[in-house]
Nanobody, 121 residues
Framework: QVRLVESGGGSVQAGGSLTLSCIAS???????MGWFRQGPEKGREGVAG???????VYADSVKGRFTISQGNAENTVFLQMNSLEPEDTATYYC????????????????WGQGAQVTVSS
């Protein structure tokens, strides 16, 4: 059984920064990890993904502002968010799977509980 726990959400003013963390437990060898978000009255969308080799992919809306990275432990991933905008306000979810890397939510079976990020103007 795979379990993920996110941390690091909060409230920040526009232009500010936050870092989200995700730790996965269970059988996680050779898995890809990704960050997704769901804003008010919006569907869940992919934000950033990273594969076992450290290759990354980003949604166009966050390129140049967000950075996904792996921790020293294989089952840890971070999302550094800079230059935050009110449009980034959402619940952010960490996800993990070994089927297909990227930011397509259908590729991921295991999800965290979510971390709220609120950006005020």
């Amino acid at each position: 059984q795979v379990r993920l726990v996110e941390s690091g959400g909060g409230s920040v003013q526009a232009g500010g920064s936050l870092t989200l963390s995700c730790i996965a437990s269970g059988s996680t060898a050779n898995y890809c990890m990704g960050w997704f978000r769901q804003g008010p009255e919006k569907g869940r969308e992919g934000v950033a993904g990273i594969d076992r080799d450290g290759n990354t992919v980003y949604a166009d809306s966050v390129k140049g502002r967000f950075t996904i990275s792996q921790g020293n432990a294989e089952n840890t991933v971070f999302l550094q968010m800079n230059s935050l905008e009110p449009e980034d306000t959402a619940t952010y979810y960490c996800a993990i799977d070994n089927r297909k890397c990227g930011i397509e939510k259908a590729s991921f079976r295991y999800w965290g509980q979510g971390a709220q990020v609120t950006v005020s103007s």
